[in-house]
């Protein structure tokens, strides 16, 4: 979340935990800024409202208050590095910044900043994250896979997802694929055994599940449901390869051929064909050998 981000007039009070009442009692007294029906606040006006709630707090005069709050205001609009690194402070009189160590006062001395707010945008970023609705964490998530070095920032979205929908076929189908390029089988096993617990004809569920089972080990499980996927979806060209190729593993030789043949109908071109006919061809010198 950047601090260009806009915020209603509820957000702001549910961030800051204050009242509709001291927000209007505030823009009286031109302690905060008022905002019109349809206008938002931003990052900095956040900024100075929390001074005012914790100045407030500790019983400083409301002229010096003012003063203070004019001059931080100043400083912000004037802020030439990322307003999360800025920290507030007060004594229980003044606004109080603070920088290696070094504290300034902004009414009389120069207003350096390079502080930090973390506090603020972390408790921004927490309410977000609770506000928004397993779609809008699904379609995030999605965003995320565009760029592959954000494939951790995808998990985390398609999880805070299932914790709101835990029956999103789609999100549990996605997440399992992502620990399975991560070469994390267990846990992309575990999303794709959920998806079948909610959809058990899907047959891109069953399909990925034979997949990471063949990887694990368990190849006789694998081709139970890579099976189940082929009868789900006879086009299925990736269950019909993977399937061609557990079979081959179980020295089933006879149904691997059904596969091999089936898989190259569907996909006689793709790039796997020219391994799929080298398969198909040994398989056949082997069933002419054993004649």
Known sequence: ?????????????????????????????????????????????????????????????????GRALDALREGLSHAEVPLTELR???????????????????VSGQFVLNFETRE??????????????????????????????????????????????????????????????QGNFERAADCFQRAIEVAPQNSLAHSNLGTVLQELGQTEEARQHLRQAV????????????????????AAQSEAREHWQAYLKLDPAGPCGDYARQRLAASHLSKSANR
């Not at 007060?90 to 902004?106: K, Q, T």
């Not at 995030?140 to 995808?154: I, P």
């Open 1 to 65: 979340m950047g601090t260009t981000d806009r915020f209603s007039r509820e957000e702001v009070q549910r961030i800051l935990e204050l009242t509709p009442k001291q927000l209007d009692y505030w823009e009286r007294l031109r302690l905060a800024p008022f905002k019109g029906q349809g206008s938002f606040y931003d990052f900095r006006d956040l900024i100075g409202l929390r001074t005012v709630k914790q100045l407030i707090e500790k019983g400083v005069p409301a002229n010096r208050l």
């Open 88 to 106: 507030v402070l007060s004594d229980g009189r003044d606004v109080i910044v603070e920088r290696g160590g070094a504290r300034l006062e902004p």
């Open 120 to 181: 603020l945008q972390e408790k921004i970023r927490v309410i977000s994250r609770q506000e928004q609705t397993a779609e809008e964490w699904f379609a995030r998530a999605l965003r995320c896979e565009q760029d592959a070095q954000n494939s951790a920032d995808a998990i985390d979205a398609y999880g805070q997802a299932l914790r709101l929908q835990p029956r999103m076929v789609e999100a549990l189908l996605n997440c399992g694929t992502l620990f399975y390029e």
């Open 231 to 250: 009868q789900l979806d006879p086009v299925n060209r990736d269950a019909r390869y993977n399937l061609a190729i557990v079979c081959d593993k179980l």
